[in-house]
T-cell receptor, first 114, second 117 residues
Framework: KAGVTQTPRYLIKTRGQQVTLSCSPISGHRSVSWYQQTPGQGLQFLFEYFSETQRNKGNFPGRFSGRQFSNSRSEMNVSTLELGDSALYLC?????????????FGSGTRLTVV | AQKVTQAQTEISVVEKEDVTLDCVYETRDTTYYLFWYKQPPSGELVFLIRRNSFDEQNEISGRYSWNFQKSTSSFNFTITASQVVDSAVYFCALSEVGGGGADGLTFGKGTHLIIQP
């Protein structure tokens, strides 16, 4: 079966712009979680969506938002980009909420803010 | 709040040596899940194992084995007869059930494993 698909793979944006990242989960998976990975902070939880509802949210400013569609695909948006937002953004899907059945990760979107 | 510590930032061994990656966790929940993931240079996190807090049985999968000890809050990962393809960054992670997974997965900082030919 197809894995978790994240698009685009690479992105370069200018400070102050906004960006939207996309994640298509494994077919049948209803939970999508987003993580930010940076060299300094490591892997940090952003938020989780299950059946189009945000279930959990990590400790990130309001500039980071997301949504999930009825087909479970999810988008993540970052507004007013800052240099510190440069990171690898990883999406994970799972059958159940909070991923207790296990998370499958995509290859990520590498965002560079200049 | 939960915390995962991987004290070894980088480990370098010669191929065919055995290597153990340490993971120590902190949680106030009695029910939780522990995970190990592998991240090759391509960036994707590859799932290796999930263990719940009530199952302290050690597990072996081929050259991989895991030692879970609640008494010391550790969940260590051993690769036997390492191979160059094992080179990657390995992450240990924790998910609390009692909090409904409210904080998602909490990851350690990762251990960069280098297997030299």
């Amino acid at each position: 079966k197809a894995g978790v698909t994240q698009t685009p793979r690479y992105l370069i944006k200018t400070r102050g712009q906004q960006v939207t990242l996309s994640c298509s989960p494994i077919s049948g998976h209803r939970s999508v979680s987003w993580y930010q990975q940076t060299p300094g902070q490591g892997l940090q939880f952003l938020f989780e969506y299950f059946s189009e509802t945000q279930r959990n949210k990590g400790n990130f400013p309001g500039r980071f938002s997301g949504r999930q569609f009825s087909n479970s695909r999810s988008e993540m948006n970052v507004s007013t980009l800052e240099l510190g937002d440069s990171a690898l953004y990883l999406c994970a899907s799972s059958l159940a909420s909070s991923g207790f059945d296990g998370y499958t990760f995509g290859s990520g979107t590498r965002l560079t803010v200049v | 709040a939960q915390k995962v510590t991987q004290a070894q930032t980088e480990i370098s061994v010669v191929e065919k040596e055995d290597v153990t990656l340490d993971c120590v966790y902190e949680t106030r929940d009695t029910t939780y899940y522990l995970f190990w993931y592998k991240q090759p240079p391509s960036g994707e996190l590859v799932f290796l194992i999930r263990r719940n807090s009530f199952d302290e049985q050690n597990e072996i999968s081929g050259r991989y084995s895991w030692n879970f000890q609640k008494s010391t809050s550790s969940f260590n990962f051993t690769i036997t007869a390492s191979q160059v393809v094992d080179s990657a960054v390995y992450f240990c992670a924790l998910s609390e059930v009692g909090g409904g997974g409210a904080d998602g997965l909490t990851f350690g900082k990762g251990t960069h494993l280098i297997i030299q030919p």
